[in-house]
């Protein structure tokens, strides 16, 4: 007689659930914090970045002059420092760790790696030296190891134009024309402060395609642009006047609150009188980039061309017109959004730049049904839009998902092993949480004698070095 032996349920004492996340920027650590915060529920969590430090955009995208926001690292330093996270640095999830090694060894693997990418605008002219990603812009100046190596020569620039009207647009402008006295108090990187510096930029101009009522940085952002000294900022008062698709949304009864507030900031910089001994952030608007035109492979002018705006279906979208003209410029960043990557071995939806998903729950497309233990989180999920807090409630929404499809359940057995050893084993050299504070030391006694709040370490290479050393 054969006596049958239960299985211990997943999320038991006995039977941790075993997650797995991708990813070690705000909507993992969200995630994280949610599965180990179940107090009904034992929920292991391995969580991995490919680079060796954590925190996903708040170290590489969030702007250097903005370091308040940067202290909700320490939300996320808790969270890494509960008895059951762990973290596994400078893993490359798809590169350095075929996919099916994490498949194998956790109930559950929840992809949380964010949107890397600028958008491409797809004219003419994109690939002059000198038209550059804004994403890869904040990137080096922000000091991510793959670009810092990028040289932008703005010693030998009088303008730029910034294409966008979002918050990376306003970042990107606002760090061009910063002086860098103020720059060199943030934890900006020397490289990148050592550019600056140089910069000769006498106009920054920024480009929307829209209307100023349809911008859509945050009224607190474009707040910040007047406040900026030795900058004048100029906006035209005739670009300030209600056009008739404006004004016919204004009225719609759309929800139009951001945009009165963005349209009595501008309005308030349109009124200011000029001061023409300042670097100047022109903002014009209705204006589109059709052509990147350049001489010897580097860019010379931007060619532009007006919009009306039409009120259609509740939107206020922007309609070509024929007049176009050409301005010469030198560098143009293009701050339009971002996509995410494909991961080999996870499915990607190439025409929205997101792993297909539906509330988290990775979706095959073609059997229309979820892939059993995949998840997602934050941009990889919903795409680049959202602030650093947008990602809790998103994150609790797919871990609430995943509770509810496997914990309590029984479960195949899964491979045993430590994940690090199986980095290694790959060839690759995981960077654990207790090393990742050595670094954070390191940055912060550099950033002691050089007067800042850290030096940034920008080079894998010297990380490793650093914490391999005797
Ligand atoms: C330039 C910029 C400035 C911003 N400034 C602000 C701001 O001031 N205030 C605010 O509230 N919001 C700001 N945001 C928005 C905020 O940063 C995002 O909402 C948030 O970072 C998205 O979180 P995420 O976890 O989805 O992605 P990310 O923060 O991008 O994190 C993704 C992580 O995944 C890792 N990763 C990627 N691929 C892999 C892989 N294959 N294997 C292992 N790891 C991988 C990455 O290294 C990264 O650490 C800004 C965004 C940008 C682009
Ligand atoms: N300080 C902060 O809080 C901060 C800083 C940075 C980023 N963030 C957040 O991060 C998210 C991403 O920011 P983002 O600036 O990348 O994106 P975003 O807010 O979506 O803005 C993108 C901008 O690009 C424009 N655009 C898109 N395609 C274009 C094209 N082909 N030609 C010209 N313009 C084009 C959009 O215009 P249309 O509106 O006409 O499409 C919009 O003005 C946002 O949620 C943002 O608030 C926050």
């Not at 039409?310 to 959004?337: C, H, K, N, S």
């Not at 207790?434 to 800042?452: C, F, P, S, T, V």
Request: contains cysteine; proline residues 6%; negative net charge.
């Amino acid at each position: 007689m054969s006596v049958e032996v239960e299985s211990p349920l997943r999320g038991s004492v006995e039977r941790p659930l075993r997650v797995a996340i991708v990813g070690a920027g705000p909507s993992g650590f969200y995630a994280a914090a949610s599965l180990v915060g179940r107090r009904d529920l034992r929920v292991e969590v391995t969580l991995l970045d490919r680079l060796p430090t954590p925190y996903g955009l708040v170290r590489g995208g969030v702007a250097p002059d903005h370091g308040k926001i940067k202290r909700v690292e320490r939300v996320y330093a808790r969270t890494a420092g509960h008895e059951r996270v762990r973290y596994l640095g400078n893993v490359h999830v798809g590169q350095d760790l075929p996919v099916g090694e994490l498949h194998t060894r956790f109930d559950a693997v929840i992809y949380a790696t964010g949107a890397e990418h600028g958008k491409a605008m797809g004219i003419p002219g994109e690939d002059l030296e000198g038209v550059h990603s804004a994403a890869e812009f904040v990137f080096w100046y922000n000091g991510h190891p793959d670009y810092t190596d990028r040289v932008y020569a703005l010693d030998e620039a009088d303008r730029a134009v910034v294409v966008g009207n979002g918050n990376v647009a306003v970042d990107v402008a606002r760090v061009l024309c910063r002086s860098t006295a103020e720059l060199a108090e943030t934890d900006m990187p020397a490289h990148a402060l050592a550019r600056l510096e140089r910069s000769t930029l006498s106009e920054v101009l920024m480009l929307g395609r829209r209307g100023p009522a349809q911008a859509a940085f945050t009224p607190k952002e474009a707040r910040e642009l007047g406040q900026l000294v030795g900058v004048d900022v100029v906006v035209d008062p005739e670009e300030m006047v209600r056009d008739p698709a404006t004004a016919a949304w204004l009225a719609s009864g759309a929800d139009v609150r951001e945009a009165q507030k963005n349209l009595t900031v501008l309005d308030d910089l349109a009124a200011r009188s000029r001061d023409d001994t300042a670097r100047s952030l022109r903002m014009a608007f209705r204006v589109s980039p059709i052509a990147f035109e350049g001489q010897d492979g580097r860019l010379t002018h931007v060619v532009l061309r007006r919009n009306v705006l039409r009120f259609r279906d509740g939107r206020v979208r922007p309609e070509a017109t024929e007049e176009t003209w050409r301005l010469p410029t030198q560098f143009a960043f293009t701050a339009i959004g971002y996509r995410s990557s494909p991961i080999p071995g996870v499915p990607f939806r190439d025409d929205w730049g997101v792993i297909p998903n539906q509330g988290g729950r990775v979706w095959d497309r073609d059997r229309d049904e979820p892939v059993d233990g995949l998840y997602v989180v934050g941009w990889a999920k919903r795409g680049p839009s959202g602030l650093i807090g947008t990602n809790k409630a998103d994150s609790i929404a797919t871990v609430n998902h995943l509770i509810e499809d496997l914990a309590g359940k029984s479960g195949a057995a899964l491979e045993g092993g430590d994940l690090a050893d199986v980095v290694r084993a790959h060839g690759g050299r995981p960077v654990s949480w207790g090393e990742w504070e050595r670094l954070d030391a390191e940055e912060q006694r550099r950033g002691r004698e050089a007067g800042k709040p850290r030096e940034k370490l920008v080079d894998v290479g010297e990380m490793l070095a650093f914490l391999d050393a005797p």
